[in-house]
């Protein structure tokens, strides 16, 4: 086979031309999800622009390191400002490992913005919230965040999992329950929900050096005041995991933990039904 015939065939071609196995997959699972609604709380349904993006030819670029510090912190509008932006990007240094990332910068810089602009509040603006969109996932953004402010062995309090709680906050399944000494709470046994009271007393017994407040199967939205006081008390930083709900706080519709929490942490293909990947935010740089 000449070389214009094996482009042709492996190149340029589409699914259905070269791979009838997958193309075949696709079709069923698809339609599969028409005609079944699977109940899972960690799933949802992104729409066809999401997957549009998801397909585009910035699948090829490698993007390790972060975007231009300054195209970080620009608005939406000056950042969108593509020659000026350019202008200063080919001028000075860059902070990917990788060239070829022209464009991944304004990609990842206007998610930030974007971000930041959706959860900001009349108390906390969308210029004092810093984000980052890099991780791959919930469980993996949790960890970065554990590798960030922890030691092995420091405490870390979480709800347990068996009450509502997450693998990533402690479980002896996951990583963070070997590597952190875990203190878990859990339910009043009498009405099902958080006894706040029986929260602060714990983390004031045991000091943890961070608090999870975040669940998966806890029906009821969290007091993030109340979780503000409780680590405050036992000088303790406060995470916050909003994966289930995030499309909710952003929204206005449930309590949205900016202004309270420390650090906060969200998937985007929940609530949100955005690509699968998860988001770090912070007030504090």
Known sequence: MDT????RRFLTAELTDIDADITRLIALET???ARQIILIPSESIAPPAVLQA????????????????RMMQDDIDRLLEFDHQLAYYRRYGDRRFYKGTTYVHFVEALAQRRCAALFATPEVPAERIHVNVQPLSGAAANLAVYDAFLQPGDTLMGMNLFQGGHLSHGSPFHISGRRYHIVSYGVDPTDERLDYNAVMALALEHRPRMIVAGFTSYPWAPDWKRFREIADACGALLMADIAHP????SAGVYPNPVGFADVI???THKTICGPRGAVIMTTDP
Do not use: D, I, W
């Open 246 to 249: 995030a499309g909710l706080a």
């Open 31 to 33: 339609e599969r999800q």
């Open 4 to 7: 214009a015939a094996y482009a």
């Open 265 to 267: 942490v969200f998937t």
């Open 54 to 69: 998801l397909g585009s030819v910035f699948n090829n670029v490698y993007a390790e390191g972060y975007p231009p510090t």
